[in-house]
């Protein structure tokens, strides 16, 4: 009799939520519930120092209770876009989480993989050594050297955690995987996976005689992608529909000699819509610097915001608000902006108009991606049969509309939004492992 296969997952380690994939009896292959009825879980940890000594290490508080946790206002640092970390200098350095602890990135990250893993081995009741891990097509644009170097990070992260085997696979090959197990006839698919940092095509050959194939690189005709997705849709609402409130692109006093005010400098508003940048605000110099800035405002209210964000260290929430307005604004309609954290009864209107004008620069750099991706494969666009969405930024509808507008002949499929690059990864590893 052959050895029983060792168990084996695959990891998909997003910028904003996570997900893992392992065999098993009842459905060949499933997604592991990470926290109750939930397949995914953000991708963040908070380190919870509230109440601890100071020799004490902080606890780590994985997924939605850690961002619940921060929200609530417990002692402690949120640590969100680990995946953005991997590709910058940021990635070897330590940062403090509270009180003078200091936590190298990469461990947040392996920390993050070790829990992943863990919940994963609940499942299977078996200890897990090999694992496929996703890839964007680009962890950094236009830099091969970085863009190996942060691959290389992930892997040493997940040798850490306690994987020996690994392997990667692009992530929207992954998607393609998964959406080849429901067809019954050859297509070719242009795979849109929009998530929170990376927005990826790939254009591959799908069909029930090809998907047994081990080696499927005949069949991927290009692969493109570009380092803009969702959380950068969020620093751009935010920028627009919740910062002007703060000051940001408001102007000066009036000045003596009659010239026109001088804009706000902008720079504190751009770290503040930057998740990965948000804590570098809350520094005490930071803070006294800003405070010594009021001169710079010609609406003291603008000024008394910011400093009431930055003390109150309200980056995140705020950042979040954004995110929340995007996402009710995404099929359409209006909603309202609850800022009472700033002020009492402070609320804002926010709408489908704002959201498009905020990001159609973004919106047309994703749908030039598509045509770079037709034009890698030499593909004419009435070429390509289906389009394939997956990602949660595909719940923005205008940005489904422009990017299928590129291929106008297909037929546009919307996959699960969540799970698709999940499942493609555990089909991948497991012709890979077994
Ligand atoms: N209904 C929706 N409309 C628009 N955007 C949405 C919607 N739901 C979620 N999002 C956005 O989708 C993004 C997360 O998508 P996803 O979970 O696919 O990303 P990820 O896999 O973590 O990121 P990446 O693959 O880029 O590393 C977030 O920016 C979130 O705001
Ligand atoms: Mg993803």
Redesign the pocket.
Known sequence: MPPAPRPFCAV???????AIAVPTPEAGLSLVELEPGQV?MP?AVFYRVEGLANHEPPERVYGRPGLAAYLEGQEGRLMRSM?SILGSTLASQSTDVGEGRAVRYLDVVTGYLQHLKSLAERRTQAPLERAVL?R?VFFVDGDPQRDAQAQQTLADAAHAAGWRELSFQY?PIAAALDYEQGIDHEALVLVA????????FSLVRVGPQRRTRLDRKDDILANHGVHL???D??RHVELAGILPLCGYRGLGPARADGAAPREVPSRVYFDLATWHLINTVYTAPRVAELRRMKGFYGDPQHHQRLLRVVEDRLGHALLGRA?EA??AV??GGATHIDLGLLEPGLRVGFDATQALAALDADLERIAEAVDVTLRMAGTPPEAVNVVYF???????SP?TRRLAARVPTARVVHGD??AS?GLGLGLHARRLFQ
């Open positions: 998909d380690f997003g910028t904003s939520n996570s995914t991708t995946k996703g964007p992530e996976d929009i998530g929170g940092g990376t927005s990826d997705a969702g959380t849709f969020d995110e995007k996402i995404a099929e997956t990602g949660g930024s595909t719940g923005f940005l939004r969540n690059v």
